[in-house]
């Protein structure tokens, strides 16, 4: 899949990047789920072994969809786009989206990469519905996701902490009829 300016291919083993994940800790090694961990302890960034063992696990899963996102000009690998948990009965599924460095962020790359990932959801995989969770502070996708025209379900209040605050999780969803009246 293309875009103005990237591609979106099916991630392999060497899209995993394990070094840029660890630099990216902030971002992502922090976010609950990534490394799970007993209650109460720390998140931390899966060591680059167990990085590259989770990251080969999810290929393999056929009910999830991995996409390295790359700029056409350099063919750097600027992020990445997931759509999982799909439950074929119910045609229904989450997504992910992750961008690398700042570098990458406030140039549209986010907006192109998700247009081409929800025209893939709805029209290559037949789904009816995506489902996505943001926490409240990050407010450049709230913005994005508003955009493109996701609906707010719901909040899950207080649900992370860190650096001492709590933070809502908020819940977004769209669904394939909203998003081709969107794109007519």
């Known amino acids: 899949m293309t875009s103005r300016s990237q591609w979106l291919r099916r991630a392999g083993e060497a899209d995993s990047n394990p070094r840029g994940r660890r630099r990216r800790a902030d971002l992502l090694g922090r976010r609950p789920g990534v490394h799970a ?3 109460f302890r720390p998140c931390l960034p899966r ?10 696990g999810r290929l393999k899963n056929k009910d999830e969809f991995h996409f390295a996102i790359r700029l056409i000009d350099d063919e750097r690998l600027i992020g990445s786009f997931h759509i999982s ?8 599924a989450w997504f992910s989206i992750g961008l690398g460095g700042k570098d990458a962020r406030g140039k549209g790359y986010g907006t192109e990469a998700l247009e081409l990932g929800i025209d893939f959801a709805f029209n ?4 009816h519905r995506l489902s996505l ?4 502070y990050n407010q450049p996708a709230i913005r994005l996701y508003n955009r ?3 609906t707010h379900e719901g909040t899950f209040r207080e649900y992370l902490q860190r650096d001492g605050q ?4 908020l819940l977004f969803g769209m669904l394939a009829y909203e998003w081709r009246k969107r794109r007519e």
């Open 85 to 92: 948990e799909i439950e074929w009965p119910h045609r229904a």
């Open 133 to 136: 969770s943001v926490f409240a």
């Open 166 to 169: 709590r933070h809502d999780m």
């Open 148 to 150: 493109l025209g996701f």
């Open 124 to 127: 290559d995989l037949n789904l």
């Open 37 to 39: 961990q007993p209650a």
């Open 47 to 56: 060591p680059q072994i167990a990085q590259r063992e989770w990251w080969t």
